[in-house]
């Protein structure tokens, strides 16, 4: 009896060590890096990168940003395949997307996060699969391991230093109210716009009104500007601040329903081309025009070299999103006026002549050297 009590002894303590063992090697040859799994990922053998994007209201998502993402990898791993959603700005949706491009395979993400705070679990789950995380444009929450974006703190500053110079021009910038609408409190970039734009704005102008406008609606910023136009009055209204082209023209559309004429200076951002063509017939003074290659240029370089296993080297920045601190592309941003529509987004083929300058806007084309 005592000799059958050591040996299932003897043998219960040798399965103890081979599964210890295992679970030792399963550790390392997770950390080995290169995806899930442990396996080695070459650009020679190809694998699978997911980009998920926010959202495609915003026309830069699916005309550019998307493009220019697909191309730039397909040139550094020509045999990678990439598994795309954009989740329509539906957060639930994303972590969806996240798990089904997990599921298919991928091996890498560049993820535009809807809200950054409630991805993180999304962001978490590839960390813990061996998936890497790289964060585009939004800086999601969670274990990422890279960023490309700009910086959004000095967009805010241009945004309202234009604006400042655009209510200044008819006399002093607090000889009415100016109205604030900025971008959806779920986007980490909103209070960065907001933060900038204010640390130009407060104690030179009188604020008539300020909104957090949902999920950057242009139909809600008509009904914003609109309840402020009665609040306020519509003679009492020098300017319009809003955080998008989106956005700008919703408050357009809401001062003119309210038959403010002049219009005001409004303000926007994204260089979109319905902006553009506001800026060319003066109903908008400005956007923000935000160069979107490098941005995705960096951000395929950082997902194909950390699925690789190899350290980006693309800048020196640094960014912290509360989790860990991560390499990072920031690129700068161009205040675009009539001035200089031609010298940005049309000498850099963000938008082609043919494309603003169609019929209804060719007189002023002609006018802002548009050719």
């Known amino acids: 009896m005592h000799v059958r009590t050591y040996l299932r002894r003897g043998l ?22 290169g995806g899930s799994g442990g396996e080695k990922l070459s650009v020679d053998k190809g694998f699978k990168i997911g980009i998920l994007l926010p959202e495609s209201k915003t026309a830069r998502y699916e005309k550019f940003d998307h493009p220019f993402l697909a191309a730039d990898i397909k040139k550094l791993c020509p045999k990678c395949t990439i598994e ?5 700005q539906d ?25 950054y705070k409630s991805i993180k679990s999304s962001v978490q789950k590839a960390h813990d699969q061996g998936v890497k995380v790289i964060a585009y444009d939004r800086l999601a929450q969670g274990p990422i391991s ?9 967009i805010g500053k241009q ?11 008819k006399g002093s910038p607090k000889r009415g109210k100016v109205i604030l609408v900025n971008g959806s409190p779920d986007d980490p970039n909103a209070p960065d716009f907001k933060k ?14 300020e909104y957090d406008t949902q999920d950057w609606s242009p139909d809600q910023a008509r009904q914003e500007v609109a309840g402020a136009i009665s609040k306020v009055g519509a003679k009492n209204i020098i300017g319009v601040y809003a ?80 989790t860990v601190s991560v390499p990072a592309k920031i690129v700068p941003a161009t205040t675009v006026t009539f001035d200089n529509i031609e010298s940005t987004v049309v000498k850099d083929g963000y938008w082609k002549p ?18």
Not at 16 to 32: D, L, P, S
Request: charged share 20%; with cysteine; net charge positive.
């Open 84 to 88: 795309y959603r954009n989740a329509n």
């Open 196 to 209: 900038g734009m204010h640390s130009v704005l407060d104690g030179k102008v009188n604020v008539g009104a």
């Open 243 to 322: 955080a998008n082209d989106g956005m700008a023209g919703g408050a357009i559309s809401a001062l003119k329903a309210a038959n403010v004429t002049p219009l005001p200076p409004v303000t926007g951002q994204d260089a979109e081309l319905a902006g553009i063509q506001r800026i060319l017939t003066g109903e908008q003074y400005a956007t923000i025009y935000k160069s979107i290659k490098p941005q995705a240029q960096a951000a395929a370089e950082m997902a194909v070299d950390v699925a690789t296993g190899k350290k980006w080297t693309g800048s020196s920045d640094k960014v912290n999103n509360g």
């Open 146 to 154: 890279g960023y490309s974006s700009f910086n959004n703190v000095d």
């Open 159 to 169: 945004q309202g230093e234009a604006f400042l110079k655009a209510i200044s021009a």
């Open 91 to 115: 957060a639930d949706t994303q972590r969806q997307q996240v798990d089904a491009v997990l599921a298919a395979g991928a091996k890498v993400l560049i993820l535009d996060s809807v809200d």
């Open 354 to 371: 043919s494309e603003i300058c169609t019929a209804k806007y060719k007189a002023d084309c002609t006018k802002a050297g548009i050719k």
């Open 12 to 33: 219960a303590v040798a399965a103890v060590a081979v599964i210890a063992i295992g679970v030792a090697g399963c550790g390392k040859a997770k950390q080995a890096g």
